[in-house]
């Protein structure tokens, strides 16, 4: 993982993202689809749209479809959708509300 693609907190985005071998920070917001390998959404950031990675962290407010093969909810995140995953982790005081559901291959 030698690329990383960062939105910093002042930046409103909107399209489609495609970072396969990458790694995907954002702390601004973005609105449409993401596909990377590892995806951070920091406190400040909001997320709507659909996201697949092998890894994600939700620290900020994400919204939509989500895929993910590892996904964690820290104590700060908010997510409101459809989730599949393989391996879930949630912190006290994450907010989450939507379906859960495995990947299924």
Do not use: C, P
């Amino acid at each position: 993982m030698s690329d990383l693609t960062y939105i910093n907190k002042d930046l409103i985005m909107e399209g489609t993202l495609q970072a396969k071998d990458s790694q995907v920070v954002i702390a601004g917001k973005f609105k449409g689809n993401i596909e990377a390998k590892t995806v951070i959404l920091e406190s400040s950031s909001f997320f709507d749209g659909t996201l697949n990675a092998e890894h994600l962290k939700i620290e900020g407010q994400a919204r939509g479809d989500v895929t993910a093969e590892f996904l964690e909810i820290t104590g700060s995140g908010n997510f409101d959708g459809k989730l599949k995953t393989n391996s879930l982790s949630v912190d006290t005081g994450a907010k989450v509300s939507g379906n859960v559901g495995r990947i299924t291959n």
